[in-house]
């Protein structure tokens, strides 16, 4: 396994009216984070807020090309983010222990923290596809370039991690500073959007170039 620090270079926020950070999802111009109550979108370039969406919005949130889908307790919202509308809701695999959200190969991928899992879900029934393990608790998750990547956080410390998606297997690892969490997970390519918790922040991390040039 390959062990770097992370390089944190840029922080975003606190944003107004939003204490938490829990979800992250990047649509190719705004970065979507959620907050408990509500989607905020902001400018990935100036930082600038962007909007908002009235919804629950209590852990991981994804985007698929065309709609946002956000983790609210035990159920999965597909959202229209032009109307803010519900489209649909399947049942989270956690109960409401889920964490972490993804959009890949035309399935959810949902992290579980406490559980330290990864489920592969279909979309439209909520059934599990397939399940990846790991030793630390998960939070966000987010597929780039074909690499699965979750963060954790366990213990006041915090990493990315690009596993293999098969087996689990921790190929690479972002370290994290000390007391610094990662809560949502996206990236555009060239950087990771970090949740930053209950900082109220999210923080971009460099991506390694070795795994933007790796299978």
Not at 106 to 129: E, F
Request: aromatic residues 8%; charged residues 25%.
């Amino acid at each position: 396994m390959h062990r770097t620090k992370a390089e944190i270079f840029r922080e975003y926020g606190p944003f107004p009216g939003a204490d938490n950070v829990h979800g992250v999802a990047y649509d190719g111009h705004s970065v979507w984070f959620a907050s408990g109550g509500r989607l905020n979108a902001f400018d990935p370039a100036s930082g600038k807020p962007l909007g908002s969406i009235d919804v629950a919005a209590h852990a991981g949130t994804a985007f698929d090309g065309q709609h946002l889908f956000q983790l609210a307790e035990d159920r999965i919202q597909k959202i229209d983010p032009q109307t803010g509308r519900v489209l649909a809701t399947i049942p989270a695999p956690g109960g409401g222990g889920d964490s972490g959200l993804a959009w890949a190969e035309g399935t959810l991928w949902v992290g579980q923290y406490r559980s330290r899992k990864i489920h592969q879900v279909d979309p439209v029934t909520g059934a599990i596809l397939r399940t990846i393990e790991s030793n630390r608790f998960v939070t966000g998750v987010t597929w780039i370039d074909g690499e699965l990547w979750h963060g954790t956080w366990e213990n006041d410390e915090s990493e990315l991690r690009r596993v293999d998606p098969r087996t689990g297997k921790v190929l690479e690892s972002l370290e994290m500073p000390p007391d610094v969490g990662v809560s949502g997970l996206d990236s555009d390519g060239d950087q990771f959007f970090c949740g930053g918790g209950n900082s109220a922040k999210v923080r971009a991390v460099r991506r390694p170039k070795r795994a933007a040039a790796g299978g």
